[in-house]
Nanobody, 120 residues
Framework: VQLVESGGGSVQAGGSLRLSCVASGLVFSSYDLGWFRQPPGKDREGVAVIESDGSTTYADFVTGRFTISRDNDKNTLYLEMSSLKPEDTAMYYC???????????????WGPGTQVTVSS
């Protein structure tokens, strides 16, 4: 199984970025998918999750600014980010975990991450 993120970069506050995560080696449609981030010097935190049935959950700090989506035909997960703030600066990771009643992200599959830097 391999997950590879792309689309990170440096933008000014108020700008937008679109992250992508291409997955291989798994039955993509049967996995819950998530975006996580780790700001410099801080712990990793959840950003958004999209379940296998398409339902979504967002962290409060991104609601209304970020949109998670998936294309099961392309085995690709997306994160549309707008109105970016300097505090959104972080390494962003995508993750996949087998869908089910008890989801443990720590035991799922993770990509290497893509850096997002937002300047004021």
């Amino acid at each position: 199984v391999q997950l590879v993120e792309s689309g990170g970069g440096s933008v000014q506050a108020g700008g937008s970025l679109r992250l992508s995560c291409v997955a291989s080696g798994l039955v993509f449609s049967s996995y819950d998918l998530g975006w996580f981030r780790q700001p410099p010097g801080k712990d990793r935190e959840g950003v958004a999750v999209i379940e296998s049935d398409g339902s979504t959950t967002y962290a409060d700090f991104v609601t209304g600014r970020f949109t998670i989506s998936r294309d099961n035909d392309k085995n690709t997960l997306y994160l549309e980010m707008s109105s970016l703030k300097p505090e959104d600066t972080a390494m962003y990771y995508c993750a996949a975990v087998q869908s089910g009643p008890l989801v443990n992200w720590a035991s799922g599959y993770w990509g290497p991450g893509t850096q997002v830097t937002v300047s004021s």
